[in-house]
C-alpha cells in the first residue's frame, strides 16, 4: 500500500465550476499537508499548506484535513481555465532536517473547461 | 527573487552512458533536494542536503546514482550507467530554513530525461 493514495482522473469541468481534489493516507505521524500545482512542463509550486487537522482558506481554494480519517481535500471554487494543471497532494511529519522528507501523491490532472 | 536554476532542460542518451544534472538554489538556502518524478506519478525524493552534508539519501539508488553539494551551494546530479528506467523528470528543490519553522520548498523547472 503506497503512504499517499490520489486519484490521478484526468477531470474536466466547465468554467466556474467547484472543483474537489481529494488524497488518503495511511501513516499518522504526517501533520504538514501541502497541495502543489504543476503546469505542464514546469516544476510543482505550493498552494496551500496545513498543518495538523482543520481548513484554511486562500481566495477561491480551501483546504482541508481530516486526520481521523487520514483524509485531505482541496476546493476549487469558480474554477477558471488558468487553473488547468496537476495538482499534487505532498505530506510530511516534520519540517526539521529528515522529518520534513515530502511524500507526494500521483497527482490529479484537472482540465478546466471554456 | 531568482528562483531554483536548473541545467539542461532536456537531454536524450543511450542506455548505459552517464549524464549529469546541475543545479543553482535559491541563493541562501540552506536544504537542497533532488526528486525523481516518473511520467504519471509524483515526484520520489532521491536526496536531500542540508548545506553540504548529507541528510537523506535512503531512496538513491547508490550503485549509479551520485550528487554532491560542494561548498554548500549548486549542487549536481550523476547517473552512470543509465538504465531505460531512469527516463524521469529530475527535480530539484530548495528550502530556507534547517529547522524551527516550516518552510516551502520552491522547485526549479526540472531536467526531463530520456534514456534509449
Known amino acids: 500500500q503506497k503512504e499517499v493514495e490520489q486519484d490521478p482522473g484526468p477531470l474536466s469541468v466547465p468554467e466556474g465550476a467547484i472543483v474537489s481534489l481529494n488524497c488518503t493516507y495511511s501513516n499518522s505521524a504526517f501533520q504538514y499537508f501541502m497541495w502543489y500545482r504543476q503546469y505542464s512542463r514546469k516544476g510543482p509550486e505550493l498552494l496551500m499548506y496545513t498543518y495538523s487537522s482543520g481548513n484554511k482558506e486562500d481566495g477561491r481554494f480551501t483546504a482541508q484535513v481530516d486526520k481521523s480519517s487520514k483524509y485531505i481535500s482541496l476546493f476549487i471554487r469558480d474554477s477558471q481555465p488558468s487553473d488547468s494543471a496537476t495538482y499534487l497532494c505532498a505530506m510530511s511529519v516534520g519540517y526539521g532536517g529528515a522529518t520534513n522528507k515530502l511524500i507526494f501523491g500521483t497527482g490529479t490532472l484537472l482540465a478546466v473547461q471554456p | 527573487e531568482a528562483g531554483v536554476a536548473q541545467s539542461p532542460r532536456y537531454k536524450i542518451i543511450e542506455k548505459r552512458q552517464s549524464v549529469a544534472f546541475w543545479c543553482n538554489p535559491i541563493?541562501?538556502?540552506?536544504?537542497l533536494y533532488w526528486y525523481q518524478q516518473i511520467l504519471g506519478q509524483g515526484p520520489k525524493l532521491l536526496i536531500q542536503f542540508q548545506n553540504n552534508g548529507v541528510v537523506d539519501d535512503s531512496q538513491l539508488p547508490k550503485d549509479r546514482f551520485s550528487a554532491e553539494r560542494l561548498k554548500g551551494v549548486d549542487s549536481t546530479l550523476k547517473i552512470q550507467p543509465a538504465k531505460l528506467e531512469d527516463s524521469a523528470v529530475y527535480l530539484c528543490?530548495?528550502?530556507?530554513?534547517?529547522?524551527?519553522?516550516?518552510?516551502?520548498?520552491?522547485f526549479g523547472p526540472g531536467t526531463r530525461l530520456t534514456v534509449l
Open positions: 541563493s541562501g538556502h540552506a536544504t
Open positions: 528543490a530548495s528550502r530556507s530554513g534547517t529547522s524551527g519553522s516550516y518552510n516551502e520548498q520552491f
